[in-house]
């Protein structure tokens, strides 16, 4: 089909156009167009009330100058005429330096300050021609409170008359000309952190406070800004915390306020002046917590800067008109723009541009003819102030121009092909196309929307998508798939672009043709029935009037598109034929859809599928039925799928009669089995069984039956046989019914001889032996088929009761019984139980059933002496059935006593008791000496008393019971000792050195008694001396100095103690141990002193007390810091406090606690954080030493370092802790004081030494000539 569309359409020219700049958008209406802005301007406000303006930034950068090395705490000013600074150090120092901002360099300058100090600040008063200096630290940490004139021109420096209000540091200073005063900012006031802003008058000599600071801070730098007289106060610190703000003040308000910009990093003490001919802003130095600077850093001020627009397209050529803006005047007089502007006809500007691509000045609405016809257009807006708090502004930029139209688009009207599919074939069109000119063209469909209407429109496309036109007017371009499909496109449009580029003519379109096809109709699919499990057959109506045949797709799943089985039209022009077809070849019980299409082959066109159905192939009968596995109540099932899948269900039926009056369906097909095998369960035992079965298709159709099967049940086995013994030759037995129509074979267990045949459940079996065992099988049976053998049922019968059971004793603790078996076999188990207070009471079964006692006689042992034993004893058969019980009953004799307990009640009796144990038939005792056998006595208690003995002497004792069948054993024999009398008349008969002899009387004690002596020490408490068997006794090795008490006692021989005699005491004089020697004390670093000693020459000295003066002094001997054992000769202290002198002296202690008194055995030294590295000691006289005569000889050794480091070794001496040392004097010349070589020794002349204790020490010097700081 061919649809020819006539138009006639052409683009517009002479068309008025105005381009205006004047939001924050990236539009061509927007100050932000074509990316980011020079970095000195910016976009002001947001959206239509955008403006541009200077971006106003403040930055501190760093310079490429730096100072000879980091420095801080300095002054520095600008000096108008040399153009240079000045500098002062942040130490104690009266030098000035100059710098030198052009040249970049350093110098001194010829005049000082009056005294050396630092921390100062200065600024330069103009009327005076002063540089004044304020304040500073003075050496000693003196804050001064002193102005200081320089003058640059001389360089001679004065005291102006008039000082600070209070002495401080770490001031700022600059001059305000409009005050005439100099501001200095903050400071330190001896620790304090000042707020303070002042006024220093030059011309009076005076000072005046104004409104503080936001916060302390010293250590702060200022400078004045020559345009706007404000003047910037840079970083600082606050309690030692640095920052990096900076501060400005106001000369007008006189108020100090934060700015925004900082430092590059937090710092205080620097220095800053401003270079007035240029507007430079220079801070140096500093410092912060981490190091201090160096460095020349500079606060830049933008004053100026350039907008310069993007590069604005007018999409053609065209006219220029007007440049404008607004607003046309600024409201600040301090700011001010201005604009210019170029134009091209290419996208980059260069020197095919106007004016050679140079910016050209353009009055607010003035014209821009002049730049002549052009595409591409730019401006520029220049922006100035001379107050960097604000800025000009541009709110609005509106250009004007004429052009011809560079684009026109048509979209034409919706056409109705009157087909609900169509296929678009191409598009052509013509017209006039002059150069500079052209066309595209782009289509879309839309389906009818059920009222003959244009639907939901498709989106515009091109050849390939939204983004691309048709171009060849010939129409060799391929339409859009999505357009030649036959979807959603009754309806169809075009949409042209007209374009005009660089040219006034326009583009003419005249006519546009499509060419079209539209789909067959939609055949009726009427039905789909399965003939068998292989065909199927399709049956539908025709409903096109231009297909040349019918495809059928088919398919297991839903939506088949293949192309399957087709057939010819039989009405092609027309519609309604009746056609069918029939599809082969096909499986058992599966699923298949279909859906059928007319189709123009000519153009390969295809209409919509019609509506889909499905149906299943008939299942397949079931094949080579069998039955396997029966047993009583089931039987496995098995059969072939001939063909069918693997989820076709099966119904499985069986019957008792041949399927003529019963049926019973075990398996239905909503059980869902598709296994081709099965197991029936639950049938009846013994029962004639039929079975079949049968498919079903996924249509619930069901196939035939197959061929049947017959089998019968097992008959089921015996169940419940039990037997029991009647008597001792007799048992029974009874099982369960195996059914009505059952009998029974009896046969016996062991040989398998039949012993009955019978219908009833039950046998009974006669004529065994006594306990013996009987058993029998049971194998049910029916006239058709035997039934399985039941397992043994074997039962034992009685045993006879015991006869002539008789108890004979047999000593203490033993009885022996006997009996007959009476029959019973040798196998026969018995059970004997025992009662020693009478049956039925306190049973207790020596010989249980579990024993398997098989013999007729036995003997007890450990039975309870002189007890009356009741007895019993009965008959267990092989199943553990009892007889009746036979009983007697016997007497053991008395039993042993336990051994009896002695307890000595004093110096000549003895208590004796024990416990009964031989037997309730116990009447008496009788008591025997242990060591004769003699008796002693009888008594019908447990307890006996013996009097009248002698002291500290054994006695021992045996006991026996006597009860109404005689006497029992005797005991073994006890034995006590009576107790010791105290000793009497204690005397100290002898006293010695450290030893003193002891006497008592033995009061009557045998000549065997042990005495115990005891000694007090001088605490007062008692510790043992030592024993004796005699009446004297010598203590020896008693503490010294102290009296001592001494005490005795006796002990017997049991070890039990008499009371003490009277105590005694006497004084011993003794001897107590020789001090140590050779104490030196060495400090070791970390505020520590090591202690070095000779040990004393005393053998028995067990430790060594050490005592400090705590750095007073004076030893403290009350209480000992440290005790270090014997035969350890040096000590650590802990940690002392750094750089105290620390005294130390030394005790010995022996080991019986004696410690000797000396006050001479000294040594000190000094605590020091770092070990010296070169240290010497006085290795004689040794410490504590008495010497007498004229000379002494000193000799020294290193204690830390080695030789090659040592120069000399200088003895010195004092009195005591308070006195200055002092050198010694040396005798003689060969022996020099200070000692200059090994073995470093000096003769010292003591003639002119008063008697007393004198200190010594060595003082090592190294050969870099530094003295050991701590000697």
């Known amino acids: ?65 730096t100072m000879p090395q980091a420095r801080e705490l300095m002054a520095a000013v600008y000096h108008p005429g040399t153009k240079r600074g000045v500098d002062n150090s942040a130490f104690e120092l009266a030098q000035i330096v100059v710098y030198d901002p052009i040249a970049h360099s350093v110098i001194s300058a010829a005049g000082n ?153 937090a710092r205080s003490r620097t220095a800053a002046a401003a270079a007035s001919h240029d507007l430079r802003f220079m801070v140096f130095g500093g410092t912060a917590a981490a190091a201090g600077f160096n460095e020349s850093l500079e606060h830049v001020q933008i004053s100026s800067g350039v907008f310069r627009s993007a590069v604005f397209d007018t999409a053609n050529l065209s006219q220029l008109g007007t440049l404008s803006w607004t607003p046309a005047v600024q409201a600040d007089t301090s700011v001010a723009v201005g604009f210019s502007f170029r134009a091209g006809n290419v996208a980059t500007p260069g020197a095919t541009w106007s004016n050679g691509g140079l910016f050209g000045a353009v009055a607010n609405g003035g014209a821009l003819a002049p730049f002549g016809t052009s595409r591409y257009v730019q401006f520029a807006a220049t922006f100035t102030t001379t ?40 598009v052509r069109w013509a017209g006039i196309f002059s150069p500079g000119t052209t066309s595209q063209f782009q289509l879309r469909t839309a389906p009818d929307d059920g009222g003959g209407n244009p639907g939901a429109w498709s989106a515009w496309l091109g050849p390939t998508s939204s983004t691309d036109a048709y171009t060849d007017p010939n129409g060799g371009q391929v339409v859009h798939s999505s357009h030649s499909d036959g979807l959603s496109d009754r309806f169809f449009q075009y949409r042209v672009v007209l374009f005009s580029s660089s040219t006034l003519l326009p583009a003419v379109l005249s006519t546009v043709t499509l060419k079209t096809n539209h789909l067959p109709g939609v055949p009726t699919f009427n039905s789909f029935v399965a003939l068998s499990s292989s065909d199927i057959q399709a049956a539908f109506t025709d409903g096109s009037d231009n297909e040349t045949d019918f495809v059928l797709s088919t398919g297991t799943l839903p939506g088949p598109t293949n192309i399957g089985v087709s057939t010819g039209t039989g009405n092609g022009p027309g519609t309604g034929g009746a056609q069918s077809v029939l599809v082969r070849g096909l499986l058992p019980n599966v699923a298949y859809f279909a859906r059928v299409r007319a189709r123009n082959a000519p153009d390969a066109v ?111 086995p015996l169940t419940n046989l039990v037997g029991a013994a009647l008597g001792v030759s007799s048992a029974a037995w009874t099982w369960d019914s195996s059914g009505p129509a059952a009998r029974y074979r009896v046969t016996s267990a062991s040989a398998g001889v039949l012993l009955d045949d019978l219908a009833a459940a039950s046998f009974t079996y006669v004529g065994a032996s006594t306990n013996s065992t009987v058993g029998i099988r049971v194998q049910p049976y029916t006239g058709t088929a035997f039934g399985a053998l039941s397992a043994a049922s074997t039962v034992f019968t009685l045993a006879a009761d015991p006869a002539g059971f008789a108890a004979v004793s047999q000593g203490t603790g033993a009885i022996s019984l006997s009996w007959t078996s009476a029959g019973n076999p040798p196998s026969t188990r018995y059970e004997v139980s025992l009662s020693t207070v009478g049956f039925p009471f306190a049973v207790s079964t020596p010989i249980a059933l579990g024993a398997a006692f098989t013999a007729t006689a036995t003997t007890y042992v450990g039975l309870t002496s002189g007890t009356t034993h009741h007895w019993r004893v009965r008959a267990f058969n092989g199943d553990a059935l009892a007889t009746a019980f036979a009983a007697a009953s016997t007497q053991t004799l008395p039993g042993a006593l336990t051994t009896p307990t002695p307890t000595a009640l004093g110096v000549s009796s003895i208590s004796w008791t024990w416990t009964n144990t031989a037997g309730p038939a116990v009447t008496s005792y009788v008591l ?141 004089r003794g001897l107590l141990p020789s001090p140590a020697s050779g104490f030196r004390a060495v400090p070791v670093g970390a505020a520590r002193i090591r202690l070095d000693w000779t040990v004393s020459p005393t053998t028995t000295v067990v430790r060594y007390d050490l005592f400090t003066d705590s750095a007073t002094g004076s030893v403290d001997y009350a209480l000992a810091f440290a005790s270090v054992a ?79 480091d040592l120069a000399r070794v200088t003895f010195q001496f004092r009195a005591s802790t308070a006195a200055a040392w002092q050198d010694v004097t040396a005798a003689e010349a060969e022996r020099p004081n200070p000692a200059l070589s090994p073995p470093y020794a000096v003769f010292w002349d003591v003639t002119a030494l008063a008697g007393g204790r004198v200190q010594l020490r060595a003082l090592a010097r190294g050969v870099d000539g530094v003295d050991d700081p701590a000697p």
């Open 606 to 716: 295809f209409s919509a599928y019609s509506g889909e159905l499905n149906i299943f192939t008939f299942s397949n009968v079931p094949t080579g039925l069998a039955v396997s596995s029966v047993s009583l109540t089931s039987a496995t099932l098995a059969w072939g799928a001939a063909g069918n899948p693997n989820n076709t269900p099966y119904e499985v039926s069986f019957s008792t009669d041949g399927f003529l009056a019963h049926a019973s369906t075990p398996v239905a097909f909503a059980a869902g089995l598709t296994d081709t095998t099965t197991t029936l369960l639950d049938l009846t035992p013994g029962t004639t069984y039929t079975f079949r079965v049968r498919a079903q298709n996924g249509n619930a159709v069901a196939t035939l039956f197959s061929a049947a099967v017959t089998t019968p049940t097992l008959p089921s």
């Open 928 to 1068: 025997s000496r242990a060591s004769d056998g003699v008796t002693v006595t009888t008594v019908s208690a447990t307890s006996f008393t013996e009097t009248a003995l002698s002291s500290d002497t054994a006695y021992g004792l045996r006991v026996r019971a006597v009860g109404g069948a005689g006497s029992g054993a005797l005991t073994a024999a006890a034995t006590v000792f009576t107790h010791a009398a105290p000793p009497s008349a204690t005397a100290v008969a002898a006293v010695f050195l450290d030893s003193a002899t002891l006497s008592w009387s033995p009061s009557g004690n045998p000549g065997r008694t042990v005495y115990q002596v005891e000694r007090a020490t001088p605490s007062g408490s008692f510790a043992a001396g030592g024993s004796s068997t005699g009446t004297t006794f010598l203590l020896v090795n008693l503490l010294a100095d102290a009296t001592h008490t001494f005490r005795v006692r006796a002990v017997n021989g049991d070890g039990v103690l008499s009371a003490y005699d009277a105590a005694v005491s006497t004084y011993v």
């Open 113 to 265: 300050l009056p005294t050396a100090r630092s921390m100062t600040s200065a600024a330069y008063d103009p009327v005076t021609a002063r540089i004044y200096v304020f304040g500073g630290r003075q050496l000693g940490g003196i804050h001064l409170d002193q102005i200081v004139s320089f003058n640059p021109a001389n360089q001679a420096v004065a005291a102006v008359s008039t000082t600070l209000a209070s002495g401080r540091v770490e001031t700022s200073a600059v001059h305000d000309p409009a005050s005439g005063d100099i501001i200095l900012f903050g400071g330190n006031a001896t620790g304090t952190w000042l707020s303070d802003v002042a006024a220093f008058h030059p011309s009076g000599s005076s000072t005046t406070l104004l409104a503080p600071m936001p916060s302390p801070r010293a250590g702060t730098s200022a400078l004045r800004h020559p345009l706007t007289g404000k003047i910037a106060v840079y970083g600082g610190e606050d309690n030692g915390v640095p920052t990096a703000q900076v501060l400005e003040f106001d000369p007008a308000t006189r108020v100090t306020s934060p700015r925004a910009v900082t430092l590059p990093s």
């Open 1126 to 1204: 014997s035969p350890t000769s040096f000590y650590l202290t802990a940690p002392l406090t750094a750089n105290a002198t620390y005294l130390f002296g030394i005790r010995a202690v022996d080991e019986r606690g004696a410690v000797e008194r000396n006050v001479d055995v000294l040594a000190s030294a000094l605590a020091v954080s770092s070990a010296p590295p070169l240290s010497a000691f006085v290795r004689s006289p040794a410490g504590g030493s008495r010497a007498w005569g004229d000379r002494l000889t000193l000799t020294a050794a290193l204690v830390a370092g080695v030789q090659a």
């Open 387 to 426: 107050n960097v708090s604000t800025s000009a502004v541009v709110s609005d930029v509106t250009l004007t121009y004429n052009q011809t139209a560079a684009s026109g688009t048509l979209v034409s009207s919706a056409f109705d092909s009157g087909f609900p599919g169509n296929v678009l074939r191409s």
């Open 1 to 65: 089909n061919l649809v020819a569309l006539s138009t006639a359409v052409r683009s517009v020219t002479g068309l008025g156009r105005s381009l205006t700049v004047t939001d924050d958008g990236t539009g061509s209406s927007g100050f932000n167009r074509g990316g980011p802005l020079l970095s000195s301007t910016t976009v002001l406000g947001a959206g239509a009330a955008a403006a541009v303006g200077l971006a106003l930034n403040e930055a501190v950068v760093l310079r490429s100058a």
